[in-house]
């Protein structure tokens, strides 16, 4: 790496080829220019002088020669070559530019080629030097121009001596000027380097903090709107656009906000934050589609004024189902672990009660006493059963699940389930999944299946194929579907299915969707609920559905995953 010397300052680094819209590659391209204007115009007005025999001399040729080839160098330089980044201790292409401009003005000078004085032609190399080149450079081809003007000042004197002091203070004031002019010219070269490379890292930032700033949004959980004046939308994230029920339409940015009557509340609310020049907040009813209604907490704030630009209102949209979605699990999170505490207490005492309960029944005779012991029995046993599949959720440790062939294991499960319930004639069973392999540890897969079995079973009608179970295969995952006619889930129903202790039965202890739930998100699988038809145009019922994650056979692609011990 090279750093400026003369067009920049000391500190900047430079790339090893130099950008082409930088300042130094502009500034590099006008003096370079400017070399083959002034050789044009040097050939065209000795031709011009000679050819009309203006100027006389028996070097005519010879000079029309030194400027045809001083415009074939510029030209060369101009059309074939690239700057270095300055800063080198000696630069080749200086000798090809400074070099051959000292060499071709002072020969120039010191022949008087058609009398005229060719010395402001010199201000040419020292700007050059002094603008693309280092502050030794400049200084330095300053210092060999006024060599130049004293060298001519003496040949001068030699043909007229009594001129011989003013020709040398001319030639001292001017390349005392020609100092001054070199250092004015690289320091301004310097300061606008810095302030380029300032600009540019500026913009720099400035790029990655909005790449940053589009990432962020994009993937934001929350909707974010950024709304003008006018009610046009300049910015809708993927999550703001759901909210809204339009996010498989292809809008342009900006569209108007109040274009929907859905939007007009989200539109009115922008409306007051820009005029009040006040944060809003409220809750809003959006209508996103047809029976789907989104309660939304909105934020608004104003962006900061910047000059002249047109002041903005970000609105930050908040879906409540969410939120109480996020509430709801982290309180079954502490309820978990308060009720694992719990049932570890409760369990040794239960123990105790039933085995009591069992002495005290073996000195019993009466049948009422007898009857009472036995209601003692089974609610302990209820008691004991509701214990042990809390602590079955809290008993967890690592282990590697072998693929398991996902049709050869519900087909087995779906056989021995059977045979126990006498429901054959109510099943029919549909295994469509091939060879498609699982990671799933075959207990536990058999305690999913036989517990949407029994829930399909208890709610399903005497008909014929009234429950059904179903695998398929997919590109990325296969399904697990079982199917039941049962009546429709009420929607509060639907909302806390798979929670702890939720049951619409009161002998029932309402864990066993949220063991299968905890058991297929350890396993990278996960598990739903939907109202739907088991085949086209038949009728509907109620069907929860498995989505595992394919996995190959090979052993090492088995992956980690929880499983409940004993």
Known sequence: MTTWSGFAPDSVDLPDAVADDSAFMRMWRAFMSARVTIAVALLVLLGLLYGLGIARGGNAGWLMGLCATYLAASLAVRVFTRPLPPGHAFDPQWVSTIGIDLLAFSTLQFLQAGGISYLPLFALPVLTAGVLGSSLLAMGAAAAVTLLLLGDAWLWSLHVPEEMASRFLQAGLTGIGYFAVALLANQLSVRLAREEHEARRSRMAARTQAQV????????GDGVLVVGGEGQVHIANPAARRLLG????????????????????????ARRTLADHESQRSEIALVAAPGERHLVNVRTRMTPPQGQSQDLCVMFLEDLREVEARLR?????AMGRMSAA??????NPLAAISQANALLEEELTDESHRQLSQLVRQNARRLSHIVEEILDITRVEQQLAAPLVLDDAVGATVDDWVRQMQAAERLHLDLASRVARVAFQPEHLRRVLVNLLDNA???????????RVATEDGAEAAWLRVWSDGL???????????????SSESRSSGLGLYICRELCERHGASIGYRRTSAV??????NEFFVRFQRREAAADDALPFDTITA
């Open 329 to 333: 699990t982290e309180k079954l999170a």
């Open 488 to 502: 429709p889930l009420e929607q509060g129903v639907q909302r806390h299915l798979f929670e702890p202790f939720f």
């Open 457 to 467: 079973l208890r709610y399903a009608g005497g008909e014929p194929d009234s429950i």
């Open 246 to 269: 339009c996010e498989g339409e292809a809008l342009e940015m900006p569209f108007a906000l109040g274009s929907r009557d859905a939007w007009r509340p989200l539109m009115e609310l």
């Open 213 to 220: 700033n589009e990432l962020v949004v994009e993937h934001l």
């Open 536 to 541: 086209e145009g038949g009728r509907e019922g």
């Open 342 to 347: 719990v049932a570890h207490e409760i369990r």
